[in-house]
């Protein structure tokens, strides 16, 4: 069984930071493509950013130059560090990763829980 565990959300102010954390535990034989997506309320889920094993990112326009992730491949972590924060970052971030359970089987997409976001004006 594979667990994909968030932390850091919190209700902070409009131009501050925060930083999440996902980590993935259990049965991991490797860990491919990693991201994070948020949903706020009557929206979509929408890609945040996603790094790969190798560590090539890409965001998302709307967070380029605040948001940044970054990955522990010792760990089985992720991070997204997000600075200037406004409030239309509010929502429910969650952690996704491409996950081989064992040799010779299939990289399956987990997710996690989600942590909240909110940020105030």
């Known amino acids: 069984q594979v667990q994909l565990v968030e932390s850091g959300g919190d209700l902070v102010q409009a131009g501050g930071s925060l930083r999440l954390s996902c980590t993935a535990s259990?049965?991991?034989?490797?860990?491919?493509?990693m991201g994070w997506y948020r949903q706020a309320p009557g929206k979509q889920r929408e890609l945040v950013a996603g790094?790969?094993?190798?560590?090539?990112?890409n965001y998302a326009d709307s967070v380029k130059g605040r948001f940044t992730i970054s990955r522990d491949n010792a760990k089985n972590t992720v991070y997204l560090q997000m600075n200037s924060l406004k409030p239309e970052d509010t929502a429910v971030y969650y952690c996704?990763?491409?996950?081989?359970?064992?040799?010779?089987?299939?990289?399956?997409?987990?997710w996690g829980q989600g942590t909240q976001v909110t940020v105030s004006s």
């Open positions: 790094i790969t094993s190798g560590g090539s990112t």
């Open positions: 259990g049965s991991i034989f490797s860990i491919n493509a």
């Open positions: 996704a990763a491409d996950i081989l359970r064992y040799m010779g089987g299939r990289y399956t997409e987990y």
